[in-house]
Each structure stands twice: as structure tokens, then as C-alpha cells.
């Protein structure tokens, strides 16, 4: 394993597909300016705070303008305002690059996702935002904080506090965790995180040094997308769908990629909700085994399966080379950021190593409350299902009633609402009803075509009762549709 560290500065992006620029743009066309101003405004934002940086080659106008719907023309005029502005530079038959990076940096790097975090975003009174999967979390977890081990607490302020690899009896939990899905596992195979999305970044950012290669699924989760690529990585994109990730496309693009890191979500996908089987996912650990390549199994959202076996075994446990992400936050609460990794234990050594230089450690105060609710995790599984069950009854509903030539992908967990999967949209509601449908929500662009049907690619909406947002996403996309000025 590299412990090479890569600084987000440090790299030059040699390059940007169109499908990568699409996904970083955003909810890009939300304003009333004309399009070509508007893509301009958000290249011009992705320049200044350094998503994108000096020397990164754009994708050709005409691939940008193919995957942004938009003509070729507009696309020219949204860069010619940048190159005006010496943002751009293009070289006859050599395409176009960033030319300056951070030059008037603002004062908060964040993407579109965290911002849809902030409850004073203006955008969110007149939108449903689909921008995060973030559900709310269960009464127990509050319930917990009242019955946490005041001994233990005080043994625990009389020391020093810094855990790096985290609490023992939080890393026993999280070891019994696994030992309960089948999967044999010690303390010495965990290390507690800040939540999964710093334990992808940190076991990526160890595996990978900037120009590697990395697979991963095409849609997937966007704080990883994100991760990897402010550590530099190549990111080639394997097609994901209902059924999981393409197996055969990602044989094919280990052998002539011969990337550095798979990233996949085995159980319960990020956006699609998919639940891999157990024949690919031996498949997918045998190809790990053939060609030496580690795999981030990131499995979040794996307690919030709806369909089928409950409780499927890690994939981790087809292959050492297969290291698992997990997390708290979708089975009890998002506000713990409580995440670990498991892995083979002279990797979580090194990983521990990468951590305590990055935060001395995750808080000791949640670590001792998620090692009083992990034993519970049955309770917190039963609680999930009957909600996202019912969730997901009511968005298939809502959606059938409203829009009912779409057929919507039926997830097969995580947070609910048809919407939150692919949808195919038939041939004749495609690019200007559809995008139209996801302006009226906010939905990340991820679209790409398959076959004769394009797969609009979003998260699932953040659901607090979960008929409000499913119905009222619902009747906007149809009366959207129904707009032929749409
Ligand atoms: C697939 C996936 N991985 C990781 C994360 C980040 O989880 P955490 O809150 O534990 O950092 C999320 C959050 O939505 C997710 O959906």
C-alpha cells in the first residue's frame, strides 16, 4: 500500500470528460439569464474555488454541449466569455485548458450537495431538493444519550482523549457487527472515522497517488466522486444499474485500465438503491483476487435494504483486497459522524497512522453513544424498513399517478422515492420535459443515455414524512411534463 499523501493543490487535472464537468456544474441552469451566461457563471465558480485548476483540458465543446442537452453553439458562447475573461485558453487542435486557478478564490470551498445543507439557501423555499439522501435520524439514538455509562465517561476525561484508531469498546461493536453478517472480524480489522465519507477519503487517499487510475460506478455516490478527485485520481466511470455495477464492464476495464482502486457500493447504491447478488459479487471478488486491485466497497446505506436478504454477506468476504466502508448515519442518525473502515490489520495500522495526522481522532462523546446503540442495530433495521417501505409505496404511487409513462427502477433500498432511482423516460419525454422535470426539483445532472432510453440518475429526496416530498416531486415532474412549453 502507498502512503503517499496527495494534496489537493498539488495536481494538475491533465484532463475533464464531459460526463465529470456535468457532474461538478451541478444544478447549473436554476437562474432566469440566458443558458450560455449561466454555465459560464458556474464554470467561472468551479475556476475560482479551485474545483477546477490551472491546466485542466475541458471536453470538446460539442461532447459538452451533447451532455449538457444544450447546442454546440451556446456552449461556445458560455467559453468565449470565460477565455474573454482569461479563465480559458484554447490552442488550435489541442483543445481548451483553465488558465488561472483561485485567482479571486471565494471564501468557502463547498460543493452543491453540502450546500444543500444550509437551511438559508433562498433556492430551497420554492424547491424540493434532491440533492442529498440525508434522512432523519431515530428517537433511540436520542433516547441513548440519557442512558450513556457516566463511569466510563469519567474514566475516559481522566485520560488524554485522543483515540486515533477509536474506542475499543466501539471498535468490539463494530467487529460484532460484522460477525453477525457472517463476516469474521476483530477489533484489530476497524478503524473508527469522522463519518464514511472520511473513511473513503482516507483509504483512498492512501491507495492512490494523483494521475491513478480508479473504477467506479457510473452514477455513484458524489462525495466520493468528489474525494477522489481532489486527490487526483483518473476517474473512469462502470456502468451501474438496477441490478448493481456491470460486472463484465468492469472485467473489461480492470484488464485495460489497470487501475490503482475500485470504488463500488455493493449493498444498497447510492442513488440507485441497488443490492448486488451473491454471484456477482463473487464475480467481483474474483476479479480482485485475479488482478491484485483493492476494492472501497462502500456500503452506508446496507441497513436500509427493503427487498430480499436482509442481511447479505460483506462482500470483504470473498477477498482480503476488498476494504469495507461503514457507517452510522444512515441506520441511526447523519449527526453522529460516526464511519469506520474494515480491513486486513496491517492495513488499518497504516490507516491509523493517516488518521491521527489528519484529526488526532473522532469524538470520544459519540463514540461511547455508538457503542451503546451498534448492539442494537436489529432494532434500528426493523425501524428503517417500516419507514422506507412505506416511503417507497407512496413515492412508486405518487410517481404512477403522476407520471405515468415513466418507468421508475423500484430500489431495492435506501432512502425512498422512485424518483430517487433511474427513471426511463419514454423516447418522446426525453432531454428538454425531463430536464425541465428535475429544475423544478433540485437534482444533480448525472444523466448519461443507454440504449434507446435516457437514465436520469438523482438522489434519493430527503423525506421527513415520507408522502410530502415523493407526492409534491411527483406532481411538479408531471405537470412539467405536461408543459410542452417545458
Ligand atoms: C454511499 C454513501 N457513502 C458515504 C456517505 C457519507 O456518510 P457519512 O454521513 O457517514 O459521512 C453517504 C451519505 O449520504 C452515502 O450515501
Known amino acids: 500500500m502507498t502512503l503517499e499523501r496527495a494534496s489537493a493543490n498539488s495536481f494538475r487535472l491533465a484532463a475533464i470528460g464531459a460526463s465529470r464537468l456535468v457532474r461538478l456544474l451541478g444544478d447549473w441552469a436554476r437562474g432566469d439569464g440566458p443558458l450560455h451566461e449561466q454555465l459560464a457563471d458556474q464554470m467561472r465558480h468551479l475556476i475560482r474555488t479551485g474545483a477546477m485548476t490551472s491546466g485542466t483540458r475541458l471536453p470538446s465543446e460539442r461532447s459538452l454541449g451533447l451532455a449538457l442537452n444544450l447546442s454546440r453553439n451556446t456552449v461556445t458562447k458560455s467559453l468565449d466569455l470565460l477565455r474573454g475573461e482569461g479563465l480559458l485558453s484554447s490552442r488550435q487542435g489541442d483543445g481548451t485548458y483553465v488558465t488561472v486557478s483561485r485567482r479571486h478564490s471565494g471564501p468557502v470551498r463547498g460543493d452543491d450537495r453540502l450546500r444543500s445543507f444550509v437551511a438559508e439557501d433562498p433556492v430551497q423555499l420554492d424547491r424540493i431538493d434532491l440533492r442529498s439522501a440525508a434522512m432523519p435520524g431515530l428517537a433511540m439514538v436520542a433516547d441513548e444519550v440519557n442512558l450513556l455509562d457516566g463511569s466510563r465517561m469519567r474514566e475516559l476525561v481522566a485520560s488524554h482523549g485522543y483515540i486515533p484508531s477509536g474506542l475499543p469498546e466501539l471498535r468490539e ?99 440507485t438503491g441497488s443490492v448486488l447478488d451473491r454471484f456477482h459479487r463473487s464475480r467481483i471478488t474474483a476479479i480482485a483476487e485475479r488482478s491484485g486491485v483493492p476494492v472501497i466497497d462502500d456500503a452506508t446505506l446496507s441497513d436500509t435494504i427493503i427487498d430480499g436478504e436482509r442481511r447479505p454477506i460483506p462482500l470483504a468476504a470473498g477477498s482480503d483486497l476488498v476494504l469495507t466502508v461503514g457507517s452510522m448515519s444512515k441506520s441511526f442518525w447523519g449527526g453522529l459522524r460516526l464511519g469506520w473502515v474494515r480491513a486486513q490489520p496491517e492495513t488499518i495500522d497504516e490507516l491509523i497512522a493517516v488518521k491521527g495526522g489528519e484529526d488526532l481522532g473522532t469524538s470520544v462523546l459519540a463514540q461511547l453513544l455508538a457503542a451503546q446503540l451498534l448492539p442494537q442495530i436489529e432494532r434500528a433495521r426493523d425501524e428503517r424498513f417500516r419507514t422506507l417501505t412505506e416511503g417507497r409505496r407512496l413515492a412508486l404511487e405518487q410517481l404512477a399517478e403522476q407520471l405515468p409513462d415513466w418507468t421508475p427502477q423500484v430500489p431495492a433500498g435506501g432512502d425512498p422515492s422512485g424518483s430517487g432511482s433511474p427513471v426511463r423516460v419514454p423516447r418522446r419525454s426525453r432531454s428538454a420535459r425531463s430536464a425541465s422535470a428535475c429544475r423544478s426539483s433540485r437534482v444533480p445532472p448525472s444523466r448519461r443515455r443507454t440504449g434507446s432510453t435516457t437514465t436520469c440518475g438523482s438522489p434519493t429526496p430527503p423525506i421527513r414524512g415520507p408522502s410530502r416530498a415523493a407526492s409534491t416531486c411527483s406532481r411538479r415532474c408531471g405537470a412539467s411534463s405536461a408543459d410542452p412549453r417545458s
Not at 463476516?183 to 482516507?202: D, K, M, Y
Not at 483518473?234 to 441490478?243: A, T
Not at 456491470?246 to 475500485?262: F, G, M, Q, S, T
Request: overall charge negative.
Open 173 to 271: 461493536a463494530i467487529a460484532a457487527y460484522y460477525r453477525g453478517l457472517g463476516l469474521p472480524t476483530g477489533p484489530e480489522h476497524i478503524l473508527v472515522c469522522s463519518g464514511a465519507q472520511q473513511a473513503l477519503r482516507l483509504v483512498a487517499s492512501s491507495f492512490i497517488t494523483p494521475g491513478a487510475t480508479v473504477l467506479i460506478e457510473e452514477p455513484s455516490f458524489r462525495g466520493a466522486i468528489e474525494s477522489l478527485q481532489a486527490l487526483g485520481a483518473r476517474l473512469v466511470g462502470v456502468s451501474s444499474g438496477g441490478d448493481g455495477i456491470d460486472v463484465d464492464e468492469l472485467a473489461a476495464a480492470v484488464a485495460a485500465r489497470k487501475p490503482a482502486l475500485i470504488v463500488l457500493q455493493s449493498t444498497v447504491h447510492n442513488p
